[in-house]
């Protein structure tokens, strides 16, 4: 196969989900129908979020299966399908903004019954910003739920993102009769019963065959729905769904192995293989020849004797060559990794090659840290990994005064896998740890101890937001810094950011310096 022909049949996407959506459940049945597994049950990915939060063995062994299925790759068809797991737990979602840079696009997994819930709405922000094509998965329909159309109204106001139904529920709970496919005009048919297989008939929803297989009730009905779809919906257009304008929504039961077929068929037609990406350099086309990478994600210590871990690379460009010379470019030096892992199904193995769109997992010792670039030679820097504004703010102090070096190593390490963010504050020095949720400050804690030897402790810092700041106007930015000096901090790159107590003082800061720009990401 030609470079090219490798690159284009990549398909690289990540499932999201508010918890028990259904995620795993609909992982696990793609991962049947490529037959990277053989049984139902053997994929329980990141199941932290149904233990106890203080539960630390118990996620520390979460942490070892959790690399086993950070990706998942198979091969369905012509296809070579990566799947990158989210955690599930929401004190994680730090984790999993990084990982949708890592994505051609997203399936977002929707309760039928519940319908879109907050995490799911924070993670296609996520989306929008980048224009990541989406595909939605309404799941449960064996289970009674909302009206679809009031589902479609819900996805389009709450995701923000036109939606287009490709296929329709006939019924749903115990009454559920199946779907009609609208994108490849066929029934398919429910069983319960009978997992994996549904039987799909092609038929024209106008054919008298209709009735035979769902009653005459029930086939007036589909027909009124189809009709009105047309009226209602734009027809699909795979351009706007590439854009991230547009998203196909299907419905099934993932559980009973319903529809998921359907969604992965449609799925690997119209998906994007990989895309260009922007450096802040120039636009890196997946297509060139030249290898170029960048890390997203850092499994590291799972042995604590051993500092070792496990840095994640997207593949952007060309192919990449165990025991072949790359540039590490932040320390410009080269490197070759001699076991490269590929991540196939359940499976970590030696790779001796792999191709844009691909993950590779590099064993390492400190030397990556989340954002670096590896290339054939070339200075480049992938855009994109954005740090948002934490949620949860804590001073960070040393709780053993003979450990200070091992404590400042171990958070310096720690922030630079991503666990969470670091600010200085420039009024007193004290350094504050920001978190998406508390779960993460136990974490810090614990691995501060078990894997540095050194011991923290929390003090209260009333904080609401971090915002990044910017201005053109020079003088203005100097006189807001002087007056907010109490405020100000530096983040662990050295950016300037504006530590706010309460919304309503950020309200009054950005009425009071109409010149500066207060961004709640650091990537603008
Ligand atoms: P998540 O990864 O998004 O958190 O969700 P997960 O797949 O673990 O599913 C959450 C629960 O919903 C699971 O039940 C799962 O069996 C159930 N589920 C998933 N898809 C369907 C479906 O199509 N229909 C129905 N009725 N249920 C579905 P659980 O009892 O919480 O977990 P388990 O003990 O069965 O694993």
Redesign the pocket.
Known sequence: MTLQQEIQRRRTFAII????????????KLLLFGGAIHVA?AVK???I??TATSDWMEIERQRGISVATSVMGFEYGNYKINILDTP?HQDFAEDTYRTLTAVDSVIV?V?IAKGVEAQTRKLMEVCRMRHTPVMIFV?????EGKDPFEILDELEEELQVAVRPLSWPIDMGERFKGVYNLYQNSLDLYQPSKQIVTESVHLNIQSPEVERHIGAKLSEKLRSDVELISEVYPGFNREEYLAGKLAPVFF?????N?GVKELLDCFVAIAPSPRAVQTEERVVDPYEESFSGFVFKIHANMDPNHRSCIAFVKVCSGRFERNVNYKHVRYSRLMKFSSPTAFMAQKKEILDEAFAGDIVGLPDNGNFKIGDTLTAGEDLHFKGLPSFSPEMFKYIENADPMKSKQLQKGVEQLMDEGVAQLFTNQFNGRKIIGTVGQLQFEVIQYRLLHEYGAQCRWEPINLYKACWIESDDAAQLEDFKKRKYQYMAKDKEGRDVFLAESNYLLMMAQQDFKNIAFHFNSEF
């Open positions: 989900s508010h918890p028990d959506a259904g995620k795993t459940t609909l992982t696990e049950g990915s990141n199941k979020k149904k599930g997994v309760d799941n449960k329909l064996d289970r099934g039961s993932a559980l009973n319903f």
